[in-house]
């Protein structure tokens, strides 16, 4: 019965019943003193009054005291978070909770100011996350601007030529002394580290395209030595050289999906002595494979970045686009990178083709 009664009338209700009693008590006696014989003496009877009054009133204030405390009890954690709310400081042991009305209302302070906390971090987060992106693509746009050059017996194509997104991998090939050297790189989350790493890359191989009379076989082992000194991880990267006269086609390849040879029809994955997905910085020498690129024959590398947007596995990627370029002629890497980014937009949507990147090259008869 006394459990159903709201926890704002019990205090009432137990102010008046106890008052009703000390009153109650006080008539009483004072009625038995006046008729006993120490009413006669008053000094005697005026003192016994008055200790009646005090002591009932103290008992009274006792219960007023006792009820207050247990409330404070129950609003310390309350207050905790009042007084915390503006140092972004809350409790993570609170005290224990009434299951009354004040319990309630501690229960839903608390709830509010941990659902504002979490809405102001997530808000300053996302923001921090796009004024990072920003920046990002802002350093990819100012430097991703490839220059194509034209090398003498080699079909080049390379997709894309301008990027001012962040997360689309870097592709360039520059011409050397026997041929011609490429690299697609890239990282698989854009930041503001990442960008400038591509844009050191796009300075390094500027620097390489001004030179002359080296191999690229040599090139090669010279950049991956540079890029070994720069170690920021998770990067994807292949670099390869070809030599237009014999054919001779080296490359180091640290992607998920494989290099590609375009021959006869088919689109044919080369399988990588080693099957290591990041650059290791720590390798001290690199170890090139190497084949034969014949006439008509197309070298094709594909950033990790497509298969990852799509969101389907590396082997399923693959295995879909060998299926959408079989049994087609190509007359050169032009036709072969642009059916490529037609099939990517029709199959996968532009958001796939925006951060796809891939090189095609092919030897051409003199």
């Known amino acids: 019965m006394l459990t159903k ?21 006080y008539t009483v006696t004072d009625d038995i003193i006046l008729k006993s014989p120490l009413g006669q003496n008053k000094a005697i009877s005026l003192t016994i009054r008055l200790a009646l009054s005090v002591s009932f009133s103290a008992l009274l204030a006792s219960l007023v005291f006792y009820a207050i405390k247990l409330i404070y009890s129950s609003m310390r954690s309350l207050v905790t978070l009042v007084q915390d709310w503006g140092s972004d400081v809350y409790e993570e042991n609170p005290v224990a909770e009434r299951d009354d009305e004040i319990g309630e209302l501690v229960r839903a302070f608390r709830l509010k100011f941990f659902q504002q906390k979490e809405l102001e971090d997530s808000g ?18 100012s430097f991703y601007r490839i220059q194509l050059p034209k090398i003498r017996n080699l079909d080049i194509s390379l997709f894309p030529r301008m990027s001012g997104d962040s997360n689309c991998d870097y592709v360039n090939v520059i011409p050397t002394s026997d041929g011609c050297m490429g690299v697609l790189a890239g990282f ?11 844009a050191r890359l796009e300075g390094i191989f500027s620097l390489a ?26 990067l994807n990267l292949s670099l390869f050289y070809l030599e237009t ?7 180091i390849h640290f992607q ?7 021959r006869k029809e088919e689109l044919i994955s080369l399988e990588k002595n080693k099957k290591t997905r990041y650059f290791d910085y720590k390798a001290a020498d690199l170890e090139l494979n190497k084949i034969t690129l014949k006439l008509g024959e197309f ?15 590396s082997g399923e990627f693959v295995k879909q686009l060998q299926a959408a370029l079989s049994e087609k002629k190509y007359a050169n890497s032009r036709d072969l ?11 996968y949507g532009k958001n796939v083709l925006e951060t796809s990147a891939l090189i095609a090259v092919a030897r051409k008869q003199s």
């Open 5 to 25: 009664i709201p926890s704002k009338l019990k205090l009432p209700i137990a102010v008046f019943v106890l008052s009703f009693l000390f009153f109650l008590v």
């Open 124 to 141: 300053s987060q996302e923001f921090q996350s796009e004024k990072t992106r920003e920046l990002s693509d802002g350093i990819q746009r």
């Open 188 to 198: 698989p989350s854009p930041g503001v580290l990442e960008s400038a790493f591509k």
């Open 209 to 234: 395209n001004e030179t002359s009379g080296i191999r690229g076989e040599e090139l090669v082992f010279k950049i991956g030595k540079t890029l070994s000194k720069m170690p920021i991880p998770f």
């Open 245 to 251: 006269r014999t054919g001779e086609l080296g490359y």
């Open 256 to 262: 998920d999906l494989p290099a590609f040879v375009y």
């Open 299 to 313: 070298w094709v590398i594909a950033s990790d970045r497509i298969y990852s947007t799509i969101g389907i596995p």
């Open 337 to 347: 990178i642009l059916d490529c980014g037609r099939i990517l937009n029709r199959r």
